[in-house]
Protein backbone atom coordinates (compact mmCIF):
# COMPACT_ATOMS: atom_id res chain seq x y z
CA UNK A 1 0.00 0.00 0.00
CA UNK A 2 1.82 3.29 -0.90
CA UNK A 3 1.33 6.54 1.34
CA UNK A 4 0.36 9.80 0.43
CA UNK A 5 2.48 12.54 1.55
CA UNK A 6 0.20 16.16 2.27
CA UNK A 7 1.19 19.46 1.99
CA UNK A 8 -0.60 22.18 4.05
CA UNK A 9 -0.57 25.94 2.81
CA UNK A 10 -1.99 28.92 4.12
CA UNK A 11 -4.79 29.85 1.32
CA UNK A 12 -3.92 33.55 1.74
CA UNK A 13 -0.08 33.90 2.02
CA UNK A 14 0.83 29.99 0.17
CA UNK A 15 3.24 29.48 3.26
CA UNK A 16 3.63 25.97 4.07
CA UNK A 17 2.69 25.13 7.34
CA UNK A 18 2.44 21.71 7.73
CA UNK A 19 3.83 18.85 6.19
CA UNK A 20 2.66 15.17 6.42
CA UNK A 21 4.46 11.97 5.76
CA UNK A 22 3.16 8.32 5.07
CA UNK A 23 -0.45 9.35 5.45
CA UNK A 24 -2.85 6.72 4.51
CA UNK A 25 -4.88 6.45 1.81
CA UNK A 26 -7.88 5.82 3.38
CA UNK A 27 -7.09 8.79 5.70
CA UNK A 28 -10.27 11.49 6.14
CA UNK A 29 -10.44 14.89 5.96
CA UNK A 30 -11.09 15.20 9.85
CA UNK A 31 -8.57 12.65 10.32
CA UNK A 32 -5.71 15.29 8.57
CA UNK A 33 -7.74 17.74 10.35
CA UNK A 34 -6.45 15.93 14.09
CA UNK A 35 -2.79 15.81 12.50
CA UNK A 36 -2.78 19.11 11.69
CA UNK A 37 -3.74 20.36 15.26
CA UNK A 38 -0.77 18.61 16.57
CA UNK A 39 1.93 21.11 14.87
CA UNK A 40 -0.38 24.00 15.64
CA UNK A 41 -2.49 23.64 18.69
CA UNK A 42 -4.43 26.47 18.46
CA UNK A 43 -6.12 25.80 15.61
CA UNK A 44 -8.78 22.72 16.41
CA UNK A 45 -10.38 21.08 14.11
CA UNK A 46 -13.42 23.14 13.86
CA UNK A 47 -11.69 26.05 13.10
CA UNK A 48 -9.98 24.24 10.43
CA UNK A 49 -10.91 24.84 6.61
CA UNK A 50 -9.49 22.50 4.41
CA UNK A 51 -9.87 22.88 0.40
CA UNK A 52 -7.96 21.93 -2.63
CA UNK A 53 -8.43 25.59 -4.23
CA UNK A 54 -7.09 28.47 -2.33
CA UNK A 55 -10.66 30.47 -3.07
CA UNK A 56 -12.53 26.85 -3.33
CA UNK A 57 -15.30 25.11 -1.33
CA UNK A 58 -14.34 23.97 2.17
CA UNK A 59 -13.79 19.93 2.18
CA UNK A 60 -16.20 17.38 4.15
CA UNK A 61 -14.51 15.66 7.45
CA UNK A 62 -15.96 12.27 5.75
CA UNK A 63 -14.03 12.69 2.34
CA UNK A 64 -11.21 10.51 1.94
CA UNK A 65 -8.01 11.55 0.76
CA UNK A 66 -7.32 8.69 -1.80
CA UNK A 67 -10.74 9.63 -3.60
CA UNK A 68 -10.08 13.45 -4.10
CA UNK A 69 -8.41 14.38 -7.23
CA UNK A 70 -5.04 14.74 -5.81
CA UNK A 71 -1.26 12.88 -6.77
CA UNK A 72 0.54 11.20 -4.23
CA UNK A 73 1.64 14.00 -2.63
CA UNK A 74 -1.40 16.17 -1.54
CA UNK A 75 -1.63 19.81 -1.70
CA UNK A 76 -4.37 21.30 0.33
CA UNK A 77 -5.21 24.88 1.02
CA UNK A 78 -5.86 25.85 5.21
CA UNK A 79 -8.18 29.11 5.93
CA UNK A 80 -8.75 29.81 9.67
CA UNK A 81 -12.54 30.20 10.20
CA UNK A 82 -12.30 31.72 14.01
CA UNK A 83 -13.03 31.09 16.85
CA UNK A 84 -16.29 28.16 17.46
CA UNK A 85 -18.89 27.61 19.29
CA UNK A 86 -20.89 24.32 19.33
CA UNK A 87 -24.20 24.97 17.69
CA UNK A 88 -26.01 23.05 20.93
CA UNK A 89 -24.30 25.79 23.41
CA UNK A 90 -25.57 28.73 21.10
CA UNK A 91 -29.22 27.28 20.96
CA UNK A 92 -28.83 27.12 24.89
CA UNK A 93 -28.15 30.50 25.85
CA UNK A 94 -30.18 32.32 22.61
CA UNK A 95 -33.21 30.35 24.39
CA UNK A 96 -32.93 30.64 28.09
CA UNK A 97 -32.30 34.08 27.80
CA UNK A 98 -36.38 35.09 26.46
CA UNK A 99 -37.59 32.31 28.85
CA UNK A 100 -35.66 34.41 31.87
CA UNK A 101 -36.17 37.74 30.73
CA UNK A 102 -39.66 37.49 30.33
CA UNK A 103 -40.73 35.82 33.47
CA UNK A 104 -38.80 39.30 34.67
CA UNK A 105 -41.12 41.40 32.99
CA UNK A 106 -43.85 38.84 34.01
CA UNK A 107 -43.07 39.43 37.37
CA UNK A 108 -42.87 42.86 37.31
CA UNK A 109 -39.11 42.89 39.20
CA UNK A 110 -37.86 46.51 40.07
CA UNK A 111 -36.55 49.05 38.13
CA UNK A 112 -39.05 48.27 34.81
CA UNK A 113 -42.14 49.70 35.92
CA UNK A 114 -42.56 52.28 38.39
CA UNK A 115 -41.86 51.71 41.87
CA UNK A 116 -45.54 51.06 42.90
CA UNK A 117 -46.24 47.92 40.65
CA UNK A 118 -43.20 46.24 41.82
CA UNK A 119 -43.50 42.72 41.86
CA UNK A 120 -47.86 42.89 41.45
CA UNK A 121 -49.96 40.68 38.62
CA UNK A 122 -51.69 41.89 35.69
CA UNK A 123 -55.39 41.65 36.45
CA UNK A 124 -55.89 40.48 32.23
CA UNK A 125 -56.18 37.02 31.77
CA UNK A 126 -54.62 36.93 28.80
CA UNK A 127 -51.14 38.19 30.28
CA UNK A 128 -51.02 34.91 32.22
CA UNK A 129 -51.79 33.19 28.98
CA UNK A 130 -49.14 34.90 26.95
CA UNK A 131 -46.80 34.17 29.84
CA UNK A 132 -47.43 30.42 29.32
CA UNK A 133 -47.57 30.19 25.86
CA UNK A 134 -43.60 32.08 25.71
CA UNK A 135 -42.54 30.11 28.34
CA UNK A 136 -43.50 26.45 26.86
CA UNK A 137 -42.51 27.79 23.21
CA UNK A 138 -38.78 28.31 24.80
CA UNK A 139 -38.87 25.28 26.92
CA UNK A 140 -39.97 23.72 23.91
CA UNK A 141 -36.91 24.76 21.94
CA UNK A 142 -34.25 24.21 24.68
CA UNK A 143 -35.36 20.34 24.90
CA UNK A 144 -35.64 19.88 21.34
CA UNK A 145 -31.61 21.23 21.16
CA UNK A 146 -31.34 18.58 23.83
CA UNK A 147 -32.94 16.13 22.80
CA UNK A 148 -34.32 16.06 19.09
CA UNK A 149 -32.11 17.94 16.66
CA UNK A 150 -29.41 16.13 14.57
CA UNK A 151 -26.95 19.06 13.76
CA UNK A 152 -25.15 18.28 10.46
CA UNK A 153 -22.44 21.46 11.25
CA UNK A 154 -21.43 20.71 14.90
CA UNK A 155 -20.23 24.76 15.25
CA UNK A 156 -20.50 27.79 14.10
CA UNK A 157 -18.41 31.55 14.42
CA UNK A 158 -18.20 32.88 17.96
CA UNK A 159 -19.24 36.27 16.83
CA UNK A 160 -22.87 34.42 16.25
CA UNK A 161 -23.47 34.15 19.68
CA UNK A 162 -23.60 38.04 19.77
CA UNK A 163 -25.71 38.69 17.03
CA UNK A 164 -28.17 35.82 18.08
CA UNK A 165 -28.73 36.84 21.49
CA UNK A 166 -28.86 40.13 21.01
CA UNK A 167 -31.65 39.70 18.82
CA UNK A 168 -33.84 37.19 20.66
CA UNK A 169 -32.74 38.81 23.96
CA UNK A 170 -33.58 42.39 22.87
CA UNK A 171 -36.99 41.16 21.14
CA UNK A 172 -38.22 39.30 23.90
CA UNK A 173 -37.48 41.80 26.39
CA UNK A 174 -39.24 44.66 23.90
CA UNK A 175 -42.19 42.15 23.28
CA UNK A 176 -42.42 41.61 27.22
CA UNK A 177 -42.08 44.63 28.37
CA UNK A 178 -45.25 46.02 26.26
CA UNK A 179 -47.53 43.13 27.44
CA UNK A 180 -46.95 42.85 30.97
CA UNK A 181 -47.18 46.58 31.28
CA UNK A 182 -49.58 48.01 34.11
CA UNK A 183 -51.01 50.06 31.05
CA UNK A 184 -51.29 46.83 28.81
CA UNK A 185 -54.74 47.15 26.83
CA UNK A 186 -55.95 43.26 25.73
CA UNK A 187 -58.01 42.47 22.77
CA UNK A 188 -61.57 44.52 23.40
CA UNK A 189 -64.46 43.47 25.78
CA UNK A 190 -66.61 42.48 23.04
CA UNK A 191 -65.29 39.84 20.52
CA UNK A 192 -61.64 40.11 22.73
CA UNK A 193 -62.68 36.66 24.14
CA UNK A 194 -62.90 34.71 20.92
CA UNK A 195 -60.33 36.08 19.75
CA UNK A 196 -57.79 35.24 22.30
CA UNK A 197 -59.38 31.79 21.58
CA UNK A 198 -58.84 31.51 18.66
CA UNK A 199 -55.34 32.84 18.39
CA UNK A 200 -54.33 30.16 21.42
CA UNK A 201 -55.59 27.23 19.25
CA UNK A 202 -53.68 28.50 15.84
CA UNK A 203 -51.00 28.76 18.29
CA UNK A 204 -51.18 25.19 19.94
CA UNK A 205 -51.98 23.70 16.62
CA UNK A 206 -48.42 25.04 15.03
CA UNK A 207 -46.43 24.38 18.30
CA UNK A 208 -47.78 20.49 17.53
CA UNK A 209 -47.11 20.95 14.33
CA UNK A 210 -43.57 22.55 14.74
CA UNK A 211 -42.57 19.73 17.04
CA UNK A 212 -43.77 17.04 14.91
CA UNK A 213 -41.56 18.21 11.55
CA UNK A 214 -38.53 17.79 13.76
CA UNK A 215 -39.38 14.55 15.11
CA UNK A 216 -39.47 13.84 11.39
CA UNK A 217 -36.43 15.42 10.28
CA UNK A 218 -34.83 13.59 13.12
CA UNK A 219 -36.40 10.50 12.36
CA UNK A 220 -34.80 10.88 8.60
CA UNK A 221 -31.13 10.93 9.64
CA UNK A 222 -29.62 7.86 11.94
CA UNK A 223 -27.81 9.14 15.43
CA UNK A 224 -24.50 10.15 14.67
CA UNK A 225 -24.42 10.23 10.75
CA UNK A 226 -24.83 13.82 8.70
CA UNK A 227 -26.81 11.96 5.56
CA UNK A 228 -29.41 14.30 3.82
CA UNK A 229 -32.54 12.98 2.27
CA UNK A 230 -35.96 14.10 0.93
CA UNK A 231 -38.67 14.26 3.91
CA UNK A 232 -42.03 12.80 3.12
CA UNK A 233 -45.39 12.81 4.90
CA UNK A 234 -45.11 10.29 7.36
CA UNK A 235 -48.21 9.17 9.29
CA UNK A 236 -48.51 11.84 11.76
CA UNK A 237 -51.13 14.33 10.05
CA UNK A 238 -49.22 17.34 11.04
CA UNK A 239 -46.14 16.44 8.14
CA UNK A 240 -48.59 16.05 5.39
CA UNK A 241 -47.74 19.62 4.69
CA UNK A 242 -44.33 18.02 3.64
CA UNK A 243 -46.54 17.60 0.15
CA UNK A 244 -46.54 21.71 -0.28
CA UNK A 245 -43.61 22.97 1.40
CA UNK A 246 -39.74 22.23 1.98
CA UNK A 247 -39.60 23.84 5.33
CA UNK A 248 -42.64 23.03 7.36
CA UNK A 249 -41.29 23.80 10.69
CA UNK A 250 -40.92 27.17 9.58
CA UNK A 251 -44.60 27.38 8.58
CA UNK A 252 -45.49 26.27 11.62
CA UNK A 253 -43.20 28.78 13.18
CA UNK A 254 -44.52 31.63 11.39
CA UNK A 255 -48.25 30.21 12.67
CA UNK A 256 -47.35 30.11 16.07
CA UNK A 257 -46.12 33.88 16.29
CA UNK A 258 -48.59 34.74 14.19
CA UNK A 259 -51.30 33.50 17.07
CA UNK A 260 -48.98 35.04 19.91
CA UNK A 261 -49.42 38.69 17.92
CA UNK A 262 -53.22 37.81 17.48
CA UNK A 263 -53.39 36.53 21.17
CA UNK A 264 -51.48 39.94 22.36
CA UNK A 265 -52.55 42.52 20.02
CA UNK A 266 -49.56 43.81 20.69
CA UNK A 267 -47.51 45.63 17.33
CA UNK A 268 -43.82 44.50 18.95
CA UNK A 269 -44.81 41.01 18.88
CA UNK A 270 -46.00 41.86 15.37
CA UNK A 271 -42.36 43.41 14.15
CA UNK A 272 -40.60 40.23 15.49
CA UNK A 273 -43.04 38.11 13.81
CA UNK A 274 -42.49 39.71 10.77
CA UNK A 275 -39.18 39.70 10.95
CA UNK A 276 -38.54 36.60 11.96
CA UNK A 277 -40.61 35.35 9.15
CA UNK A 278 -38.04 37.43 6.95
CA UNK A 279 -35.13 35.50 7.70
CA UNK A 280 -37.10 32.19 7.57
CA UNK A 281 -37.53 33.00 4.02
CA UNK A 282 -34.61 33.33 3.04
CA UNK A 283 -33.03 30.19 4.84
CA UNK A 284 -35.75 28.49 3.55
CA UNK A 285 -35.62 29.66 -0.08
CA UNK A 286 -31.70 28.67 0.60
CA UNK A 287 -33.14 24.61 2.14
CA UNK A 288 -35.12 24.48 -1.03
CA UNK A 289 -32.61 25.60 -3.62
CA UNK A 290 -29.83 22.65 -1.94
CA UNK A 291 -32.52 20.06 -2.37
CA UNK A 292 -33.00 20.98 -5.67
CA UNK A 293 -29.40 20.89 -6.81
CA UNK A 294 -28.67 17.32 -4.82
CA UNK A 295 -32.01 15.54 -5.71
CA UNK A 296 -32.77 14.94 -9.37
CA UNK A 297 -36.49 13.51 -8.32
CA UNK A 298 -37.42 16.18 -5.54
CA UNK A 299 -40.95 16.86 -5.76
CA UNK A 300 -41.79 20.08 -7.79
CA UNK A 301 -45.38 21.10 -6.34
CA UNK A 302 -43.01 22.01 -2.94
CA UNK A 303 -42.93 25.56 -2.24
CA UNK A 304 -39.84 26.62 0.48
CA UNK A 305 -42.23 28.14 3.19
CA UNK A 306 -46.02 28.97 2.17
CA UNK A 307 -48.08 26.70 -0.14
CA UNK A 308 -47.67 27.59 -4.05
CA UNK A 309 -46.72 31.62 -2.77
CA UNK A 310 -43.15 31.54 -1.53
CA UNK B 1 -24.18 63.27 8.33
CA UNK B 2 -22.28 64.13 4.85
CA UNK B 3 -21.21 61.14 3.99
CA UNK B 4 -19.94 60.76 0.92
CA UNK B 5 -20.63 56.82 -0.11
CA UNK B 6 -22.52 55.62 -2.81
CA UNK B 7 -21.79 56.42 -6.26
CA UNK B 8 -24.48 56.30 -8.80
CA UNK B 9 -22.99 53.49 -11.06
CA UNK B 10 -19.79 51.49 -10.38
CA UNK B 11 -17.91 53.98 -12.69
CA UNK B 12 -19.19 56.93 -10.59
CA UNK B 13 -17.32 55.14 -7.53
CA UNK B 14 -14.17 56.76 -9.10
CA UNK B 15 -11.52 56.07 -6.21
CA UNK B 16 -9.49 53.15 -8.31
CA UNK B 17 -8.75 53.73 -12.10
CA UNK B 18 -11.86 53.57 -14.38
CA UNK B 19 -10.00 52.62 -17.39
CA UNK B 20 -10.04 48.94 -15.72
CA UNK B 21 -13.65 48.34 -15.05
CA UNK B 22 -16.11 48.30 -18.16
CA UNK B 23 -18.08 51.48 -17.61
CA UNK B 24 -22.03 51.73 -17.77
CA UNK B 25 -24.10 51.70 -21.02
CA UNK B 26 -24.59 54.04 -23.81
CA UNK B 27 -28.14 54.87 -21.75
CA UNK B 28 -27.19 54.05 -18.09
CA UNK B 29 -24.40 57.09 -18.72
CA UNK B 30 -26.87 59.17 -20.60
CA UNK B 31 -29.07 59.02 -17.37
CA UNK B 32 -26.33 59.09 -14.94
CA UNK B 33 -24.74 62.84 -16.53
CA UNK B 34 -28.06 64.44 -16.83
CA UNK B 35 -28.88 63.25 -13.31
CA UNK B 36 -25.46 64.31 -12.08
CA UNK B 37 -25.71 67.62 -13.87
CA UNK B 38 -29.21 68.49 -12.63
CA UNK B 39 -27.48 67.58 -9.24
CA UNK B 40 -24.62 69.90 -9.63
CA UNK B 41 -27.32 72.73 -10.70
CA UNK B 42 -29.24 72.34 -7.92
CA UNK B 43 -27.18 72.75 -5.05
CA UNK B 44 -25.35 75.51 -7.02
CA UNK B 45 -28.93 77.19 -6.90
CA UNK B 46 -28.95 76.56 -3.28
CA UNK B 47 -25.24 78.22 -2.57
CA UNK B 48 -26.23 81.09 -4.74
CA UNK B 49 -29.77 81.65 -3.10
CA UNK B 50 -27.73 81.73 0.27
CA UNK B 51 -25.18 84.20 -1.14
CA UNK B 52 -27.34 86.49 -2.45
CA UNK B 53 -29.72 86.24 0.97
CA UNK B 54 -27.15 87.14 3.06
CA UNK B 55 -25.90 90.16 1.03
CA UNK B 56 -29.77 91.23 0.78
CA UNK B 57 -30.23 91.10 4.15
CA UNK B 58 -26.63 91.74 5.80
CA UNK B 59 -26.99 88.62 8.33
CA UNK B 60 -27.40 85.00 8.86
CA UNK B 61 -30.34 85.54 10.13
CA UNK B 62 -33.42 83.31 8.72
CA UNK B 63 -31.01 82.36 5.64
CA UNK B 64 -32.83 78.94 5.83
CA UNK B 65 -35.95 80.12 4.34
CA UNK B 66 -34.13 81.75 1.11
CA UNK B 67 -33.45 77.96 0.47
CA UNK B 68 -36.20 76.31 1.98
CA UNK B 69 -37.64 74.63 -0.95
CA UNK B 70 -34.87 73.99 -3.21
CA UNK B 71 -33.36 72.16 0.06
CA UNK B 72 -36.15 70.08 0.52
CA UNK B 73 -36.54 69.32 -3.22
CA UNK B 74 -32.65 68.29 -4.16
CA UNK B 75 -31.74 66.74 -0.71
CA UNK B 76 -35.69 64.62 -1.62
CA UNK B 77 -34.56 64.44 -5.01
CA UNK B 78 -31.29 62.32 -4.40
CA UNK B 79 -33.50 60.01 -2.51
CA UNK B 80 -31.89 58.08 -5.75
CA UNK B 81 -28.67 57.13 -3.83
CA UNK B 82 -30.56 55.44 -1.03
CA UNK B 83 -27.49 54.78 0.95
CA UNK B 84 -26.25 57.79 1.48
CA UNK B 85 -28.76 60.35 2.10
CA UNK B 86 -31.26 58.51 4.70
CA UNK B 87 -29.75 60.92 7.43
CA UNK B 88 -30.13 63.57 5.74
CA UNK B 89 -33.68 63.28 4.54
CA UNK B 90 -33.82 62.75 8.07
CA UNK B 91 -32.28 66.21 9.11
CA UNK B 92 -33.76 67.88 6.85
CA UNK B 93 -37.37 66.81 7.39
CA UNK B 94 -37.55 65.09 10.60
CA UNK B 95 -35.97 67.33 12.68
CA UNK B 96 -35.55 70.91 10.49
CA UNK B 97 -38.80 70.96 9.05
CA UNK B 98 -40.48 69.70 11.87
CA UNK B 99 -39.42 71.31 14.68
CA UNK B 100 -39.81 75.82 13.58
CA UNK B 101 -37.93 76.76 16.28
CA UNK B 102 -34.86 75.43 14.58
CA UNK B 103 -35.19 77.16 11.71
CA UNK B 104 -33.33 79.96 13.10
CA UNK B 105 -30.60 78.53 14.12
CA UNK B 106 -26.94 79.53 13.21
CA UNK B 107 -26.17 75.35 12.97
CA UNK B 108 -28.63 74.60 10.49
CA UNK B 109 -26.77 77.40 8.59
CA UNK B 110 -23.77 75.19 9.22
CA UNK B 111 -24.62 71.72 7.77
CA UNK B 112 -26.41 73.55 4.83
CA UNK B 113 -23.16 75.27 3.96
CA UNK B 114 -20.90 72.14 4.61
CA UNK B 115 -23.39 69.76 2.32
CA UNK B 116 -23.70 72.50 -0.62
CA UNK B 117 -20.46 72.97 -0.89
CA UNK B 118 -19.21 69.04 -0.77
CA UNK B 119 -22.23 68.16 -2.71
CA UNK B 120 -21.45 70.79 -5.74
CA UNK B 121 -17.48 68.72 -5.38
CA UNK B 122 -19.06 65.75 -5.41
CA UNK B 123 -21.44 65.93 -8.57
CA UNK B 124 -19.03 67.75 -10.03
CA UNK B 125 -16.79 64.84 -9.64
CA UNK B 126 -19.32 61.95 -10.78
CA UNK B 127 -20.15 63.81 -13.92
CA UNK B 128 -16.64 64.63 -15.23
CA UNK B 129 -15.95 61.01 -13.67
CA UNK B 130 -18.78 59.75 -16.44
CA UNK B 131 -17.64 61.87 -19.08
CA UNK B 132 -13.94 60.24 -18.50
CA UNK B 133 -12.66 63.85 -18.14
CA UNK B 134 -11.61 64.40 -14.57
CA UNK B 135 -10.04 67.85 -13.72
CA UNK B 136 -7.35 66.57 -11.31
CA UNK B 137 -8.68 69.86 -9.24
CA UNK B 138 -11.81 68.63 -8.54
CA UNK B 139 -10.55 65.27 -7.51
CA UNK B 140 -8.45 66.57 -5.75
CA UNK B 141 -10.93 69.15 -3.84
CA UNK B 142 -13.33 65.63 -3.60
CA UNK B 143 -10.76 63.89 -1.18
CA UNK B 144 -9.06 67.22 0.59
CA UNK B 145 -12.37 69.36 1.71
CA UNK B 146 -13.85 66.69 3.20
CA UNK B 147 -11.45 67.21 5.99
CA UNK B 148 -12.99 70.35 7.07
CA UNK B 149 -16.68 69.93 5.97
CA UNK B 150 -17.25 66.10 7.58
CA UNK B 151 -16.87 68.05 11.01
CA UNK B 152 -18.70 71.14 10.09
CA UNK B 153 -21.50 69.26 8.99
CA UNK B 154 -21.68 66.91 11.39
CA UNK B 155 -21.15 69.98 14.07
CA UNK B 156 -24.34 71.80 12.40
CA UNK B 157 -26.05 68.78 12.28
CA UNK B 158 -25.84 67.55 16.15
CA UNK B 159 -26.24 71.39 17.07
CA UNK B 160 -29.95 71.36 15.54
CA UNK B 161 -30.76 68.03 16.89
CA UNK B 162 -29.60 69.11 20.26
CA UNK B 163 -31.47 72.49 19.55
CA UNK B 164 -34.78 70.66 18.96
CA UNK B 165 -35.02 68.22 22.05
CA UNK B 166 -36.64 70.60 24.22
CA UNK B 167 -39.65 71.35 21.79
CA UNK B 168 -39.91 68.11 21.07
CA UNK B 169 -40.27 66.51 24.54
CA UNK B 170 -42.55 69.34 25.44
CA UNK B 171 -45.12 68.86 22.39
CA UNK B 172 -44.67 65.11 22.07
CA UNK B 173 -43.82 65.49 18.64
CA UNK B 174 -43.94 62.13 16.61
CA UNK B 175 -44.46 60.10 20.10
CA UNK B 176 -47.28 57.78 20.81
CA UNK B 177 -48.13 56.82 24.46
CA UNK B 178 -49.56 54.22 25.97
CA UNK B 179 -52.16 52.93 26.82
CA UNK B 180 -53.23 52.44 23.00
CA UNK B 181 -55.00 49.19 21.34
CA UNK B 182 -52.04 48.38 19.47
CA UNK B 183 -50.00 48.59 22.90
CA UNK B 184 -46.96 50.42 20.85
CA UNK B 185 -44.98 53.45 22.57
CA UNK B 186 -42.52 55.45 20.75
CA UNK B 187 -40.72 58.62 22.53
CA UNK B 188 -38.63 60.52 19.80
CA UNK B 189 -37.06 62.86 22.26
CA UNK B 190 -35.38 59.65 22.89
CA UNK B 191 -35.07 58.53 19.91
CA UNK B 192 -33.19 61.88 19.03
CA UNK B 193 -30.75 61.46 21.92
CA UNK B 194 -29.94 57.92 20.79
CA UNK B 195 -29.14 59.26 16.81
CA UNK B 196 -27.00 61.94 18.10
CA UNK B 197 -25.12 58.94 20.30
CA UNK B 198 -25.03 56.93 17.48
CA UNK B 199 -22.96 59.51 15.65
CA UNK B 200 -20.41 58.79 17.51
CA UNK B 201 -19.55 55.20 16.43
CA UNK B 202 -20.60 55.94 12.55
CA UNK B 203 -18.73 59.55 12.03
CA UNK B 204 -15.34 58.27 12.79
CA UNK B 205 -15.92 55.42 10.61
CA UNK B 206 -16.93 57.66 7.52
CA UNK B 207 -13.89 59.77 8.39
CA UNK B 208 -11.41 57.16 8.22
CA UNK B 209 -12.91 55.86 5.07
CA UNK B 210 -12.40 59.16 3.28
CA UNK B 211 -8.58 59.39 4.06
CA UNK B 212 -8.04 55.84 3.84
CA UNK B 213 -9.48 56.41 -0.17
CA UNK B 214 -7.69 59.36 -0.22
CA UNK B 215 -4.47 57.99 0.73
CA UNK B 216 -4.84 55.61 -2.39
CA UNK B 217 -6.20 58.28 -5.10
CA UNK B 218 -4.15 60.70 -4.33
CA UNK B 219 -1.27 58.71 -3.63
CA UNK B 220 -0.96 57.69 -7.24
CA UNK B 221 -0.42 60.87 -8.42
CA UNK B 222 2.46 61.48 -5.97
CA UNK B 223 3.99 58.31 -7.10
CA UNK B 224 3.84 59.10 -11.02
CA UNK B 225 5.37 63.30 -10.43
CA UNK B 226 8.31 60.64 -8.53
CA UNK B 227 8.56 58.71 -11.38
CA UNK B 228 8.78 61.60 -14.08
Same mark, same amino acid.
Given at each position: MKHYEVEILDAKTKDKLCFLDKVEPNATIGEIKSMFHKSHPQWYPARQSIRLDPKGKSLKDEDVLQHLPVGTTATFYFRDLGAQISWVTVFLTEYTG !?????????????FIYAPKYDFTTSKHWVVHLACMCHSFHYMKRLLETLFVHRFSHGTMPLRNIFKNCTYYWGFAAWMAYYINHPLYTPPSEFYGEQQIRLALIIFLFCQIGNFSIHI??????????? =???? !?? !? =??????????? +?? #??????????????????? #??? +????????????????KGKHRSYLKEFRDYPPLRSPILPFVL | MSAAAAGTSKAAHGDVAPKKRRGPGALATAYLVIYNVVMTAGWL? /???????????? %???? %????? /?????? $? $???????????????? $?????????????????????FVTAWTVTEIIRYSFYTFSLLNHLPFLIKWARYTFFFVLYPMGVTGELLTIYAA??????? %????VTLPNKYNFSFDYHSFLILVMISYIPLFPQLYFHMIRQRKKVLGHIEDYSKVE
Open positions: !PLVIYLMFYFRVPALRNLRPPGSK =TRKI !PY !P =TKNPFTWIFLL +VS #CPNYTYELGSWLGFTVMTQ #CLP +VAFFTMVGFIQMTVWA | V /IAVGLVRAYLAR %GSYH %GLYYS /IEKPLK $F $FQTGAMLEVREVMSRV $FLTWAVTHSVREVQSEDSVLLLPYVQKT %GLYS
